[in-house]
């Protein structure tokens, strides 16, 4: 079995298979360790990556909730319940991936306020409304953003007077 770390940029798979094996033969002297390193922090990378993608969609259906019920009842009548399923199935999937990694838990602030930003320009283009209509930061909580019973009401500066 060949320990070439030219496989690793040959063939990932063939590499993959090749230090699995060498593993499991306790042959720990022949691995490509420095490539074996990399990829471990990469897994941990894309737990965190994939944890970000969750909330990015969460935070854009719930921007659209919110928005939507201000700027475009009609889009709210038409869409709410399919933008309130997909909240309920991110939040269900960040939860089994906190669950499985709580590690990920003290990251979900720092996540939310940068998967937020982007949430915002997408919920604002998605709907057709001003960005400047769309609070900056936002206006929920970590907290409140994974909670299955929160639903958010429409930005308290972007209301019309007398609640029109």
């Keep these: ?3 070439n770390t030219e496989l690793y940029d040959q063939d990932f798979y063939a590499w ?3 230090q699995a094996a060498l593993l499991r033969e306790g042959a720990v002297h022949e691995l490509d360790l420095a490539h074996l390193l990399e990829e471990m922090e ?3 990378h894309s737990q965190r990556d994939a944890l970000a993608s969750h909330l990015l969609v969460l935070l854009t259906h719930l921007l659209k ?3 939507a019920a201000q700027w475009r009842p009609a889009d709210l009548a038409r869409a ?3 933008w309130q399923t997909t ?3 991110q939040r269900r999937l960040i939860a089994r991936r906190v669950h499985r990694n709580p590690s990920l838990r003290p990251t979900v602030a720092e996540e939310c306020t940068e998967a937020y930003a982007i949430a915002r320009d997408e919920a604002a283009t998605a709907l057709d409304v001003e960005e400047r209509v769309v609070p900056l930061t936002c206006p929920w909580t970590p907290e409140q953003v994974l909670d299955a ?3 958010p009401e429409a930005p ?3 209301r019309p007077p007398d609640g029109h």
């Design 1 to 3: 079995m060949s320990t």
């Design 149 to 151: 019973d929160f639903w």
């Design 87 to 89: 909240c309920r199935t």
């Design 42 to 44: 990469d897994m941990g």
């Design 80 to 82: 709410q319940r399919g």
């Design 156 to 158: 308290q500066e972007n």
């Design 16 to 18: 993959t298979q090749e």
């Design 65 to 67: 909730l919110a928005l």
